[in-house]
């Protein structure tokens, strides 16, 4: 089981033939919504992946809180723990031209309203066997999930993203960082290898795009592990796919190893699609590319 404690956002994007310039108004395409965020993405990830998933978050009482809860169910996530906070849901405001160049403002909304857990979101997180956090939320909360997770064995699963610095109050509950190479950067404050990160905290897993990720421990393990090759198309969300599968593969107690090549696995087919939450993989399309 995977409890994770994050964000949800619902991503507004319209197409544009070029990106206006401060002050100016551009004729845009076609208008999207697309649930997103990092935690409701890599939530549903998970459950596609196969895992038993609940997502703690928090949605406004606008018209954008639906379209995200229902795609949270349509991918079975257990959403009791979603809470519905007074004013505006998480959103983000896309702007995408004709070269995929894109322009982003994200308004957290009710995301930033995700202050403090209640016991039945701590009792959430205590009966599960993966933590997974991201840091769009406030990282009090993600300290206060850690630290419960922490005290009734749950192994805690924190995707250090967007990239920042951590409190040692909450690195030091971290059983598994998972990063890219900017994010490292950031947490290392210089250009960093996995094993850089591991006086940081005691296992890393840092994704490397097209060329796969690589796994150091405290133990003296390190892998490399090569990405399946694939044409990828858009490698939006991919990020997502890969924590959420390394998320229920590590609930699931498989080998490091098979874990890590697993979620590249689950990466390697979201970046043959379009879309974002749209593109994460089924447990059947991860196994055949694993
Ligand atoms: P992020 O978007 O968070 O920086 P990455 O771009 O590193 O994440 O992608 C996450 C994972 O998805 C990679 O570790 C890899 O396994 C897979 N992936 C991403 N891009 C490709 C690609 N072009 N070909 C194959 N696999 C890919």
Redesign the pocket.
């Known amino acids: 089981r995977v409890v994770v404690v994050g964000s949800a956002n619902l991503d507004l994007v319209v197409t544009a033939p070029a990106l206006p310039r401060p002050g100016e108004t551009v004729l845009g395409g076609e208008f999207t919504t697309v649930p997103g965020g990092k935690g409701a993405n890599q939530a549903v990830a998970a459950a596609r992946a196969g895992g038993r998933v609940s997502f703690v978050g928090a949605v406004g009482d606008d018209d954008f809180a639906r379209p995200q809860r229902d795609n949270l169910v349509a991918a079975d996530v257990d959403v009791s723990r979603l809470r519905t906070v007074p004013g505006p849901s998480g959103v983000a405001l896309i702007a995408v031209d004709q070269h995929a160049e894109n322009l982003i403002v994200v308004a957290p909304g009710a995301n930033a309203a995700l202050a403090g857990l209640s016991p039945e979101d701590r009792a959430e997180v205590a009966r599960a066997d993966v933590l997974l956090c991201q840091l769009e939320i406030p990282v009090e909360t993600v300290a206060e999930a850690a630290a419960t997770a922490r005290a009734n064995g749950t192994v805690v699963v924190l995707n250090a ?1 967007p990239a920042r610095t951590l409190p040692a109050a909450v690195l030091s509950t971290v059983d598994l960082l998972v990063v ?1 190479e900017g994010e490292a950067e950031v947490l290392a404050g210089r250009p960093a290898e996995p094993g850089d990160l591991l006086d940081l905290v005691p296992r890393v897993v840092m ?4 060329r ?2 690589a796994y150091a421990d405290r133990d003296g393990l390190r892998l490399d592990v090569a ?2 090759a ?1 044409t ?1 198309v858009d ?1 939006t969300a ?2 997502d ?2 924590t959420g599968a390394l998320a229920v593969a590590w609930a699931e107690g498989r080998p490091v190893e098979e874990a890590v090549r697993w ?2 696995a689950a ?2 087919v ?2 043959t699609r379009p879309g974002a939450s749209s593109s994460l993989p089924t447990r059947a399309e991860i196994e055949a590319l694993s």
Do not use: Y
């Open positions: 993203a890219n994704t490397l795009g097209a796969g990720a990405a399946p694939v990828a490698t991919a990020g796919a890969f979620a590249c990466g390697a979201c970046a």
